[in-house]
């Protein structure tokens, strides 16, 4: 028998301010017609004021916790995939813990920037089959409008808001690629690459600062390493591209996207998108469209998921799990 981490609950929540193209085309020079062909985004959400990375993973984390049946006090542990964290100091997590009611347990932050999501889910993984936890809300949330420099429209036309969650739960499989749950994970980082996409801010400036991205470079990296992780992870599952129903991918550029589907030789039926109406939200980009794809009624119990990702550090890497 093997421990495994499965999914029980599921749930997202988008700020109710959505800001189409259009609004960029009144500030800067660029177009609806640019940013869509470009990277495949039509609109974004954006925080209101004063709104919170916290706020929104708690709202995720409610709705995820309702769909699985579960209290706050049954969950064990909440991992907090985010770059965008109220302040320096504590953890956003902890922030979420506190607003969910919970009193005991643990919470902390993960930080790996838009691979945040798939860091956290194998962090959770493994805390669940030493036995440290039972079950554990594992939330992807980030307000990256509040790091946009909005004269700069290589950057503040991608990005926008939201968080979305799942609950993981303990469950005893057989140890074969039929059991539900996270089969395998498969995490990278290259600190070398620090300088094509940062933010100019932080302890030693004293400021909050700015996204910087290359984006040319960070494309250049992003499809060979994104296929090279997912067949890592399948490798490891036991898997093929055969096996797989869905691909949950970092949703930054639909581009990114098709390449990489295309060099794990799945069509793009066999793709969750969101990226047109979400934008690239970091951390929260495949919880959110984990929620939205299950929502659709596209991803269903029993279905073979690859979820892939890679942002800033650069870091990425990939998980397979069954739903
Ligand atoms: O989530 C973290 C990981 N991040 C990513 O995965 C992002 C990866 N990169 C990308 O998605 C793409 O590189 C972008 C969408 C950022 C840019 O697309 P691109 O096809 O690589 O365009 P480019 O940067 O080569 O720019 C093409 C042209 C340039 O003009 P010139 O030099 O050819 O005259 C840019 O100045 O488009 C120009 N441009 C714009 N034009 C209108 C750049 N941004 C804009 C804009 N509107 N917003």
């Known amino acids: 028998m093997t421990r495994r981490a499965i999914v029980t609950g599921v749930g997202h929540y988008l700020p109710d301010k959505v ?3 259009s609004h960029f085309e009144s500030f800067l020079d660029t177009s609806d017609e640019w940013i869509r062909s470009r990277s495949g985004i039509e609109r974004r959400h954006f925080a209101a004021e004063g709104q919170t990375t916290s706020d929104m993973a708690a709202r995720a984390a409610r709705a995820a916790l ?45 930080q790996a920037v838009c ?35 909005w004269s700069d429209r290589t950057t503040c036309v991608l990005f926008g808001d939201g968080a979305g969650a799942v609950l993981l739960e303990a469950s005893e499989g057989a140890g074969t690629s039929d059991d539900r749950g996270i089969l395998s994970t498969d995490l990278h980082s290259d600190g070398r690459h620090r300088d094509i996409l940062y933010v100019d801010g932080g302890v030693s400036t004293g400021t ?6 290359q984006g040319k470079e960070v494309f250049r990296h992003a499809i060979d390493k994104l296929a090279a992780t997912a067949h890592a992870s399948m490798d ?29 030789q799945m069509p793009m039926d066999n793709v969750i998108v969101t990226v047109q109406d979400h934008g690239n939200t970091s951390a929260a980009s495949i919880p959110l469209a984990l929620s939205v794809g299950a929502e659709r009624g596209q991803i ?10 890679i942002g800033g550090g650069l870091a990425w890497g990939s998980v397979v799990l069954r739903w």
């Open 19 to 21: 800001v189409e193209n």
């Open 66 to 110: 309702a769909a699985a049946g579960r209290q706050p006090d049954e969950v064990d542990a909440i991992l907090l995939a985010t770059s965008t964290a109220d302040l320096t100091f504590p953890s956003a997590a902890t922030m979420v813990q506190a607003q969910l009611g919970m009193t005991r347990g643990f919470a902390f932050d993960i």
């Open 115 to 149: 691979a945040g999501f798939v860091f956290a889910l194998a962090n959770a993984s493994a805390l669940i089959a030493c036995g440290q936890a039972t079950r554990i809300l594992v939330i992807g949330s980030e307000s990256f409008s509040k790091l946009m420099d």
């Open 208 to 213: 909050v600062g700015h996204l910087k991205m």
């Open 236 to 264: 490891k599952a036991g898997v093929t591209s055969a096996d797989v129903d869905w691909i949950v991918p970092h949703q930054a550029n639909i581009r990114i996207i098709q390449g990489t589907a295309k060099k794990m």
């Open 300 to 309: 269903k119990r029993g279905d073979l998921l690859v979820t892939e990702a």
